[in-house]
């Protein structure tokens, strides 16, 4: 029997737009794959914040605001390089690369943006907290979505370079510039 995994569950929950969608079955599959690579990084994550809830229950005012000025440089990079990998530039037969890659990109950005929140909270008054709380969140939402979403694309640049090479092998054929540019 399968036991019950609140943090798959609530990813799927965050995916029910793609359950929208007509997938295909791959496509289908990708969507529970990419779910569960989520779901192991929700579970580091949660470790990752019992820790640094208890590390800094002692910690002094100056030393959370240090904390925060230092996780702004790995939330950034690490934000920024995990958007910049897309699977669509991935060839299929790399797919358990790819899979690795932005697990370990998405953890460390969720892990540096969780910890930068947990600090934050620490240092402003909790009449804040609703605001920040909703920021993160949006922010991790939006991040499954745009993975799974990206996910989706996996093998589409080499697939879009195939059919190009396709096209220019037919415009020579035919006797046609593909650099032409004259309006027709």
């Not at 990813?11 to 529970?32: C, E, M, Y």
């Not at 640094?52 to 959370?64: N, R």
Request: charged share 10%.
């Amino acid at each position: 029997m399968a036991r019950f995994d609140v943090f798959y569950q609530l990813v799927i929950f965050i995916l029910r737009p793609f359950q929208a969608g007509n997938l295909s079955k791959g496509d289908t599959q990708f969507v529970a794959e990419n779910a569960r690579k989520h779901a192991k990084v929700l579970w580091l994550n949660f470790g990752a914040i019992i820790l640094v809830a208890f590390g800094l229950q002692s910690a002094s005012s100056d030393a959370i605001g240090q904390i925060i000025t230092a996780l702004i440089a790995p939330v950034m990079v690490m934000g920024a390089a995990w958007f910049a990998v897309s699977f669509g530039g991935i060839p299929k037969h790399l797919m358990n690369i790819a899979m690795s890659v932005t697990f370990w990109m998405f953890a460390a950005f969720l892990t540096s943006l969780s910890t930068m929140f947990v600090a934050v909270l620490y240092s402003v008054h909790p009449i804040m907290w609703p605001v920040f709380v909703l920021i993160y969140l949006g922010a991790f939402i939006s991040c499954v979505l745009y993975d799974t979403a990206d996910g989706l694309k996996v093998g589409l640049d080499e697939a879009v370079l195939k059919h190009s090479r396709a096209a220019l092998l037919y415009y020579i054929r035919e006797g046609i510039s593909p650099d032409d540019q004259r309006p027709t």
